[in-house]
């Protein structure tokens, strides 16, 4: 059942709650707030709006246009788990305070108008999304570049590089090594009890959580699913997701981040991302007599999301960071091919069930960097590209990509190599996103602008390697 605003009054006196916190999502994906102590909210905040100064925010107003609105949505509402002080959280949407309109660049309502673009065509009413986000737990992290100096130093207590440390006599040596961190049981997974901590905290703030466990690399990688769901509360999730992790991480004593690859010569970080279109109920990409049991829709799907993945990683793998993951040689999925189970190729079909309603997609290029609104957007207007053109994806490869020879490859084409290549392809390749005025083109020039200048800073600065290849050349 819907929540109306009344019902969030009555949820803050029967909570006894103190505080009201009004959350949204810049351009970039990162969360920002402000409160107001609970007795202040009114019905009438949720019908005529907050004010905020939107030209602090990124990718947001110019300082002379910066006044905007945000409205709360009643149905997001969640007493927050993390905070001493009894807080009720909320999800807000952007309007203009002079039209009314929502406003263009919240990522929030680009997401809503996918969702509305997806039941205008009659093709689906829903577009389901489960990511698996990645994340690493360390103990402690330092980092700085200027003029003179750049650096950075990560540590875990758990990481195998501490086999040797002395920690005054109390050095147990249970470490899982380099590429070994998947699954072993306690005391090598030394954080159990830290992920479960995580989960409880998750279902409290009303996430549904399917699984945890230890990921590949040493050094505290770790794995939360979410149960699938609608696009927009998905993408609501992820960002309670990652709030969640940061600051349960942190009570704990430990650091957690999304950076798709902290680690040099171990696994990097992805966002796994699954997909399926469902219409009345029914699931819409099973077909039992068909390769991997795929749908001609799903398929044309795929062909999408393939065509358009150069566009797609610009939101799906948005740092410069994804592309120290994003690696040819590897076991990154960089190959722009689909298969039921090879792991290196950019879209894999899962074979764990054969059941209609189990039957999806999962895109394996992005990472948990990413503005969740905006990504998820992004691939199911790719997808639906797809639909609409019927567009073919190159036929399935299940063999070991890396085992092919040269002449084999060379019909195998790759995700960019770096950020810069990504943003180039949104720049010519966004035609399929401004169907409906789902996006728009002052989302994508904005968007152009703002990562840019985030990939030209990172060119401007002498990496600590450069050093150690040229300095005496």
């Not at 019927?390 to 036929?395: A, R, T």
Request: proline fraction near 7%.
């Amino acid at each position: 059942m819907a929540m109306t605003p009344k019902g969030v009054l009555d949820l803050i006196k029967e909570k006894d709650i103190k505080m009201v916190d009004v959350r949204f999502t810049d351009m970039p994906g990162t969360w920002q707030h402000f409160s107001l102590p609970a007795n202040v909210l009114s019905e009438s905040d949720f019908t005529d709006g907050l004010g905020f100064d939107g030209s602090s925010i990124r990718g947001f107003q110019a300082i002379n246009e910066s006044d905007m609105l945000v409205f709360p949505d009643p149905d997001t509402a969640f007493v927050d788990p993390m905070l001493k002080i009894p807080t009720l959280a909320i999800y807000c949407d952007i309007r203009d305070p002079l039209t009314g309109e929502p406003y263009s660049r919240d990522p929030r309502n680009i997401a809503r108008k996918a969702e509305s673009y997806l039941s205008s065509t009659g093709i689906a009413d829903t577009a389901f999304f489960g990511p698996e986000a990645e994340f690493f737990l360390f103990t402690d992290i330092r980092f700085d570049q200027n003029s003179y100096s750049g650096y950075y130093f990560i540590d875990s207590d758990e990481a195998i590089w501490n086999s040797g440390k002395d920690m005054n006599g109390q050095n147990k040596g249970y470490r899982p090594r380099h590429k070994e961190g998947y699954f072993p049981v306690p005391p090598l997974d030394s954080l159990q009890d830290v992920r479960s901590q995580i989960v409880l905290n998750m279902m409290e703030a009303g996430i549904d959580i399917e699984v945890h466990h230890h990921e590949v690399a040493t050094a505290g990688q770790c794995e939360i699913d979410m149960r699938f769901k609608p696009l927009v509360q998905m993408a609501d999730q992820v960002m309670l997701y990652k709030y969640i992790v940061k600051n349960t991480a942190q009570q704990l004593g430990y650091t957690a981040t999304f950076m798709p690859k902290p680690l040099f010569g171990d696994n990097g970080s992805g966002m796994h991302t699954h997909q399926s279109l469902w219409k009345n109920g029914e699931p819409l990409f099973f077909d039992e007599s068909k390769y991997a049991l795929l749908s001609d829709m799903a398929r044309y799907y795929i062909g999408g999301i393939l065509k358009h993945a150069p566009t797609l990683l610009a939101f799906a793998a948005p740092t410069t960071n994804s592309y120290r993951r994003l690696v040819p040689g590897f076991e990154a999925p960089i190959n722009l091919v689909y298969s039921q189970r090879n792991r290196s190729a950019a879209v894999r079909i899962p074979t764990y069930s054969s059941s209609p309603k189990a039957r999806r997609i999962e895109f394996r290029a992005p990472d948990a960097m990413a503005n969740p609104y905006l990504a998820f957007a992004a691939m199911l207007m790719a997808g639906l590209d797809g639909i609409i053109n019927k567009i073919e994806p190159p036929p399935p490869l299940d063999v070991d990509i890396y085992e092919l020879t040269a002449e084999e490859k060379a019909g195998v084409h790759g995700t960019p190599g770096s950020l810069a290549e990504a943003l180039d392809a949104l720049e010519e390749d966004n035609a399929f996103l401004l169907r409906g005025d789902v996006f728009t083109e002052d989302v994508v020039s904005t968007y152009l602008d703002y990562k840019r200048v985030e990939a030209t800073q990172l060119a401007l600065r002498p990496h600590p390697y450069e050093f150690f290849l040229y300095y005496d050349a």
